[in-house]
């Protein structure tokens, strides 16, 4: 006993225990006891104010997966006072020394400050609850792409993640998807979770509640105004087209056209007023009038076989678009033509019916039509002036549902376009504008054209939720279960998960055999990657439909492209001669054609990786030399392309040896390093040349690791330009462009120059500020030797495919340098360039991206261009300006860039990024 009691660390060997009595004893455990009372509440207080739990609401509504910040209690958004309480510093400085960096994150998290609970999680331990919080954060930040991401992922590792499920339901909510949000709360629920489980419910139900209510609004304005399209009896629903006026007035037009008295007519006369009343104008009460005039003897035949089109959804008939034509019904014959756009019409025609009334919803109609029959034409840009001149004229009359129509035309186009940033925009507005006016039918429009900019995009978790939420809104509906499942399988294949594609495409051809350009594609690279022996038979009926379809010619190209990739699967030598035929006739479409300039690529990059699987590998350097436009090189070279989980690598040695590699085993997208991508036994064969030219396609020219760092290495650009063996070299000018001032709304700090060893006197030449605007860039650029960028890189699809310089304002608001622009110049002193933007190298994600500013610049007639695929440091213009000097000693570019980044990776602490600069020539 008494050796219990001593004090820790002190023996009792060599004296004699002190004898305890009773009253000696109670000190003793009375003194615990107090320590215990009060460390008891210090120790809450502590987690208090870690976790602010002492208020009976919670402050964050997302779940964190620190189990003390995880108690349930009702939430309450914060006020202003609340969110603005300081984080406990003191605190989190216990936290620090145990080193909880998950603690520490979830306290700011649950503080309202996300950045630096982000900032802290990155540091923190790799786990399932360590990828939960950080999409919190990212929640918090607003990204909900990002958080989605994250939380699928997670939770296809752990399905019944409480926190994760929890969270997903939040995203997918804020994300403006309640029907999806709704099951995952439910999901929740199941959980039996106290608390948890109550709100889990709540929220789904209140989510339901709001779709629901939405919904059967618009179905019985939708319902009640069919109704006066097949009974002459159906009352006029003047209550529901006021809350719906838009499908009302929609369907207004067939409910005159299909009348067959005028006294039906006039009886529709109060619905145009009121429809007029709500638009604007006059124009439905004066068509209501003109055609209640019409002498119905003659007009009332027409009008029933026009209601026997409406009945059947069928295209009117050659011979009946005639007969319309010589009545004089000219609303007749206009409907029919919209209900038959795949049918060729002169344009005339069309123009000629929309001067007939004095309605803007009409020539709106025939507008879009018209748009519709130049891309069918080929004429893309003409299509899309049409669409973006119409949108103009909608906002300006005030037409809201046509607007968000015509909105998601514009998206559709834009996607079809590769211009992503656009789609998403256009097809977000054409979103928040139909859920505005409740207008059912155009919100879900617009869920399928947000699906289609977000797969084009890599952006899998988004797509999926889109498509998710689609389905929701109309489960039993069989071209909607086609249309989502057979777009998931295209999202299962990219992420290289075969047997979930093919799931997913038998769930499409459940209700309809029938899968479209998307899923033929789908089922073509299924039979390759898992065959079965329905494959060719259902490939070659897909084909042949899409084959005779009238389409763009770039969709037509890309179903040759598909054709010939099947082909390829049964006789080589038959799909090369039609991945051929595909290049050729894809050529005069390149430049306006974004589905032409797709085919073409994913033709070439075929046709190499197939000759690898063939081990025909001397006929790679051939394909990818004519891809890229550049000479075919001899020696000490890499060639390589990717398809989906194929990647071919050949190695021209020193003395022209050839070496391929063909890797069929990829199991999840190409990452951002391709560090081992090229095997050691091509390496051994490239190590002897002094460098190495490397002719790679997108998207391997943007990432880093495709060499090792000790190797000399570029990659090979095509260049417009040619420099006579004889030209006097331009005397030296060293341009840097710093210190920029962007337009405001950009939200964008100014870079200044790196410190580096500044060009003599009078040989050097500085844009900054407003003066560093495109024209006067392009203009300095074109004597330049030397050109350093230290601007923002900017992605934006509607200026251009790669991403931008964000450069001074003109007089005209245009700021971007594009590659675009450059390809318009010729840089005479065969400059240098160094891009000092953030991430100059990295392409956006994109499906078959063919240009970046890097290749524009070589284009136009630069020597070499270095830029990096990370953000780099300030400290990077003391490397860059090392790597200049050697140049100008006479090393060659990518000499000189390896002898500096091993200078730096063996010198510098903390300088990995060298091994992201990459160097194009």
Known sequence: MAAELDAPGKSTRGRRAPRLRAWHIIPLLVFPAILIARSGPLANRRQELLWLTDARTRPLEARLSVPTADVHRPYARPREERASIAVPLRELARLEEKGDRAGIAASYLVHGDPQQGLAHLQHAQPSLNRDN?????????GRHDDALERLDTLLEASGRHPQALWNRALVLREMGLHLVSASVFDEVAALGEQGWSKEAREQAEGLRRSVTQRRESWKRTHAAMTRLTTDARAPVPLEEARQHPGIARGLFYDAVRTALSSARVTALLPLAELLDGIHGGTALAEYTRAIAARDFTRRAPLAAEYARLLETRAPASAELLTRLRASGEADLLLGAKLRSLDVPSPPDEWESLARKWNDPWVELLVQDALAMQEGLAGEAWQADQRLKAALTLCREKRLRPRCADLLRKVSHRATSANRLLEADETARASWREAQSMGEWELESAALRALSQAARFQFRAAAARAYLAEYLARAPDTCDVKNYVHRNVAALELMRLRPQEARRALMRAQECGPTVGLVGVWTLTDLMRLDRKPQDEQQIRTELARALAARETPGRRMLARLVEARFELLLNRSVGNQKLAAVIRDAEPYLSTDADARDAAAVAFQTMAVTAGEAGAFKEVPDVVAKQLGVKKPQQCALIAAMEAERTVAVALGPRGQVLGHLDASRKEPLGEDLSGLVPESLLALLRPCPQVDVLAASPLDSRAGLLPPEMAWSYRVATRTAIAPDRKPPPPLHVVVANVETPAGLGLARLSSWESTPAPVGQSMELSGAQATPSRVLEAMARATDIEFHAHGVVDRNLS?????????????????????????????????????CSAARLPPLLHQTSSLPQAFVGAGARAVFAATVDIPDSAGRFFQGVRERIHGGATPAVALRAERLRWLREVKGAPWVSQVLLYE
């Open 133 to 141: 919080d950080q999409a919190v954060a990212l929640l918090l930040l």
């Open 801 to 837: 495919e790669a991403p931008v310089i964000a450069l001074a304002p003109e007089y005209d608001g245009r700021y971007a340098l594009t590659s675009e622009a450059l390809r318009q110049v010729k840089l005479e002193g065969s400059p240098v360039v160094l891009l000092g933007a």
